[in-house]
Structure formats: C-alpha cells, structure tokens
Nanobody, 117 residues
Framework: QVQLVESGGGLVQAGGSLRLSCAAS????????MGWYRQAPGKQRELVAI???????NYADSVKGRFTISRDNAKNTVYLQMNSLKPEDTAIYYC???????????WGQGTQVTVSS
C-alpha cells in the first residue's frame, strides 16, 4: 500500500525555521515530481514548492528565497526547509506525489505548521 508520511511540523516563532520530511513508499519515487502544498483555514490548498525528477525546482512567489525543496532518491524522501517563517505560513502542509498522467497521484496526511507572531 502506497504511503506518504510527513513529519517535522510544529509550533515556531516568527523568523524561525522548520524542516519537513515526506517519506514515500513508492518504487517510482525517483521518476516522479514531488511537491509540497499547504492549506490554511478557510483557504484553498496551494502549491508551495515542487521538484521534478531531474531536480529542477519551482516555488510559489510567497516562499521564494525562504523555502528550499530537495529530495533524496536513495531514501525515497522529499524535504522542505522553511526559513524566516511568517505567521502567514501557518497551514497544514501536504506532500504530493505527481503521477504525470502515467501513475496515480498520492497525498500525505498532512502536518501542521503554526507560526506565532
């Protein structure tokens, strides 16, 4: 059974840092784009960052320069390093495995990130 298990969320003060991890039980992991999304209360889920199988990355404008997505294909894990956190970064963060129209897409269960002012 496919699982995406996120960890690393928590409560942090503004200006602080957190590192999220997503361990995926996917034999196709290295061939997939992996992404981090977030959903704040009362808002739609939005893309935060994505990393292609090639390693090319893309970020939402709101996190550019503060967040870094990376992957370790040997560990089937994708990371999101979040620095200079702001209260508006408060949300549930979800890991996503993109199927690219070839395989099924998968979502993790989410991890809460709360940034206090």
């Amino acid at each position: 059974q496919v699982q995406l298990v996120e960890s690393g969320g928590g409560l942090v003060q503004a200006g602080g840092s957190l590192r999220l991890s997503c361990a995926a039980s996917l034999f196709t992991f290295s061939r997939r784009a992996m992404g981090w999304y977030r959903q704040a209360p009362g808002k739609q889920r939005e893309l935060v960052a994505i990393i292609a199988s090639s390693g090319i990355t893309n970020y939402a404008d709101s996190v550019k320069g503060r967040f870094t997505i990376s992957r370790d294909n040997a560990k089937n894990t994708v990371y999101l390093q979040m620095n200079s956190l702001k209260p508006e970064d408060t949300a549930i963060y979800y890991c996503h495995a993109d199927g690219s129209g070839i395989w099924n897409d998968y979502w993790g269960q989410g991890t809460q990130v709360t940034v206090s002012s």
